[in-house]
């Protein structure tokens, strides 16, 4: 639903490579998008992005490599580097903070400060949405809903030490605009979860 060319550029890296597989119709939003993508995908690992973000050339095999060298593994993230189109000192300190946060036990303490991982950096095996199921379309950010079912069923998450994207901050970001992600829908689905950890801990 690009309004520019990137249907056709697309469409022409899928006729030089048939493991492309370009998927278009009526938008219908980021959840649904990308539950087909999912649906659709036939390899042993999901990842997604931003049509403004930039993955390092070797995060593919770096976060691969890291779920052969841990078995356990389930969900791959990595470090950050933010590329924003105006200063923000506060998503600044927010990239410095998640980077910060590499192991599973970091992780989970972490989960109900802020999303300790970015979206668009986080490589899963295809087995986990089999497991759990895929996202949820809600009054609510669907990824960090994810993030904390997937805490919830202690599925093992970790980053590898190295930069795997440039994440792109502007003021155009679903994240910014849309109200399934204002700080009121983030403390309701944290509040949620929380109050199933606490009935859990108890």
Same mark, same amino acid.
């Given at each position: 639903?690009?309004?520019?060319?990137?249907?056709?550029?697309?469409?022409?890296?899928?006729?030089?490579?048939?493991?492309?597989?370009?998927?278009?119709?009526?938008?219908?939003?980021?959840?649904?998008?990308?539950? &087909?993508?999912?649906?659709?995908?036939? +390899?042993? #690992?999901?990842?997604?992005?931003?049509?403004? %973000?930039?993955? =390092?050339?070797? *995060?593919?095999?770096?976060?691969?490599?890291?779920?052969?060298?841990?078995?356990?593994?389930?969900?791959?993230?990595?470090?950050?580097?933010?590329?924003?189109?105006?200063?923000?000192?506060?998503?600044?300190?927010?990239?410095?903070?998640?980077?910060?946060?590499?192991?599973?036990?970091?992780?989970?303490?972490?989960?109900?400060?802020?999303?300790?991982?970015?979206?668009?950096?986080?490589?899963?095996? &295809?087995?986990?949405?089999?497991?759990? +199921?895929? #996202?949820?379309?809600?009054?609510?950010?669907? %990824?960090?809903? =994810?993030?904390? *079912?997937?805490?919830?069923?202690?599925?093992?998450?970790?980053?590898?030490?190295?930069?795997?994207?440039?994440?792109?901050?502007?003021?155009?970001?679903?994240?910014?605009?849309?109200?399934?992600?204002?700080?009121?829908?983030?403390?309701?689905?944290?509040?949620?979860?929380?109050?199933?950890?606490?009935?859990?801990?108890?």
């Amino acid at each position: 639903n690009s309004d520019d060319d990137t249907l056709e550029v697309a469409e022409r890296y899928a006729a030089m490579d048939n493991r492309i597989q370009v998927l278009h119709e009526s938008q219908q939003g980021v959840v649904f998008a990308m539950n &087909k993508g999912i649906m659709h995908s036939k +390899g042993a #690992f999901i990842m997604r992005m931003d049509a403004d %973000d930039i993955s =390092y050339p070797d *995060r593919i095999t770096n976060q691969v490599e890291a779920f052969d060298s841990d078995p356990s593994l389930q969900v791959i993230s990595g470090l950050i580097t933010y590329e924003g189109s105006q200063e923000n000192e506060g998503f600044r300190m927010y990239v410095e903070w998640l980077n910060s946060i590499k192991t599973d036990a970091e992780i989970k303490l972490n989960r109900f400060v802020e999303f300790p991982l970015a979206n668009p950096s986080i490589m899963y095996k &295809k087995e986990v949405f089999q497991a759990y +199921g895929r #996202f949820e379309d809600g009054d609510f950010p669907e %990824d960090y809903e =994810y993030f904390l *079912r997937l805490c919830s069923k202690n599925v093992v998450m970790g980053k590898v030490n190295r930069q795997v994207l440039k994440w792109h901050d502007s003021d155009q970001r679903l994240t910014r605009t849309d109200p399934r992600y204002s700080h009121d829908s983030f403390y309701k689905i944290k509040a949620r979860y929380l109050a199933d950890w606490l009935a859990i801990s108890n």
